[in-house]
């Protein structure tokens, strides 16, 4: 079946440093790339997303690159902040049946 | 976030036991969701939803009914609980790409 394949699956970067997550998908009919993030003990939440029209956004301090024919796509936080500490999900579908594949997540660490 | 609604949010149960975990959205969404987490792991999808009375298996369906008479309600069946459905359930719903997720049910099969 489609897959979306998550790396690293732990990361830390020190304060004030980028963190880069990084997904690929198998599914080439895909056109929806979201990340969530996940707090401990919390529901997962939309902090951005991305179609397969658009190359890269960014809101603030994130941004989501899409590579379409290598069909993979990235998370990229900058200035990075204890409240950036989190589980990070990315995912994958298409438009037509709103069925999100995950990805496996990433613990990112901030360490002060 | 507050227009999603699940209940109740922590549940101890029996093997063998019939349990069923509720959602409810506000939102009027099309679509529902039912994922299970376990800890330390991602989201599996067990049920979904494209509309009322139109109901298809996820990933992990087995062990679990779902029903969806009324547009804003999605409520999950474990027909005989097992101590592998021990796990932190999500409702989610949506009406365009964007998912909201209810606050979770954590269920204890003992």
């Known amino acids: 079946g489609e897959n979306v394949e998550q790396h690293p699956s732990t990361l830390s970067v020190q304060e004030g440093d980028s963190a880069v997550i990084k997904c690929t998908y198998s599914?080439?009919?895909?056109?929806?790339f979201p990340w969530y993030k996940q707090e401990l003990g919390k529901r997962p939440q939309l902090i951005i997303d991305?179609?397969?029209n658009v190359g890269e956004k960014k809101d603030q301090r994130i941004a989501v690159t899409l590579n379409k024919t290598a069909k993979h796509f990235s998370l990229h936080i900058t200035e990075t902040q204890p409240e950036d500490s989190a589980v990070y999900f990315c995912a994958a579908s298409r438009e037509s049946n709103y069925q999100l594949i995950w990805g496996a997540g990433t613990k990112l660490i901030i360490k002060p | 976030d507050a227009g999603i609604t699940q209940s109740p949010r922590y549940k101890i149960t029996e093997t063998g036991r019939q349990v069923t975990l509720m959602c409810h959205q506000t939102w009027s969404h099309s679509y529902m969701f039912w994922y299970r987490q376990d800890l330390g792991h991602g989201l599996r999808l067990i049920y979904y939803s494209a509309a009322a009375d139109i109901t298809d298996k996820g990933e992990v369906p087995d062990g679990y009914v779902v029903s969806r008479s009324k547009t804003e309600n999605f409520p999950l069946t474990l027909e005989s609980a097992t101590r592998s459905q021990t796990s932190v359930y999500f409702c989610?719903?949506?009406?365009?790409?964007?998912?909201?997720f209810g606050p979770g049910t954590r269920l204890t099969v003992t």
């Open positions: 991305i179609r397969s």
């Open positions: 989610a719903s949506t009406g365009g790409a964007e998912q909201y």
């Open positions: 599914d080439s009919a895909s056109n929806y």
